[in-house]
């Protein structure tokens, strides 16, 4: 046994990279159009459920403005407060619990930033 077998590890086939880069765009456009599809089908569960028009059938000849002009008013006011109130509460996790916000020019600088503090 010679000292080159003992400490070269095993042999890779070489990859085309031409392959590995079709192969990726492909399966990153079905998980795309997936992931497309599926959110406008949530969208369109909230809007029947929202608006409650035909819950059975989420996909159905019913337009939007069909369902939302059969509504109630005082539903459709309660429906955009409800979801004012999501979207406020939202951004005030986000900036109350994420990331600190930091400027361009501070992101580009060569200087460390230092983060913000929440106030106690």
């Not at 070489?14 to 997936?34: D, E, S």
């Not at 969208?43 to 337009?63: D, F, K, N, P, R």
């Not at 951004?91 to 580009?108: E, K, N, T």
């Given at each position: 046994?010679?000292?080159?077998?003992?400490?070269?590890?095993?042999?890779?086939?070489a990859r085309n990279p031409?392959?590995?880069?079709?192969?990726?765009?492909?399966?990153?456009?079905?998980?795309?159009?997936?992931?497309?599809?599926?959110?406008?089908?949530?969208?369109?569960?909230?809007?029947?459920?929202?608006?409650?028009?035909?819950?059975?059938?989420?996909?159905?000849?019913?337009?939007?403005?069909?369902?939302?002009?059969?509504?109630?008013?005082?539903?459709?006011?309660l429906v955009l407060t409800?979801?004012?109130?999501?979207?406020?509460?939202?951004?005030?996790?986000?900036?109350?619990?994420?990331?600190?916000?930091?400027?361009?020019?501070?992101?580009?600088?060569?200087?460390?930033?230092?983060?913000?503090?929440?106030?106690?």
């Amino acid at each position: 046994m010679s000292v080159k077998s003992i400490t070269s590890g095993p042999r890779r086939r070489a990859r085309n990279p031409l392959a590995a880069m079709v192969a990726v765009t492909l399966l990153t456009g079905i998980g795309a159009g997936l992931g497309g599809m599926l959110l406008a089908l949530l969208l369109h569960g909230i809007q029947h459920l929202a608006y409650g028009y035909s819950v059975t059938h989420v996909i159905s000849s019913e337009s939007f403005l069909q369902g939302v002009t059969d509504a109630a008013p005082e539903r459709r006011v309660l429906v955009l407060t409800m979801c004012g109130l999501v979207a406020g509460l939202g951004w005030w996790s986000l900036y109350r619990f994420g990331r600190p916000l930091v400027s361009i020019r501070q992101a580009v600088s060569c200087r460390p930033h230092r983060a913000r503090t929440a106030p106690v």
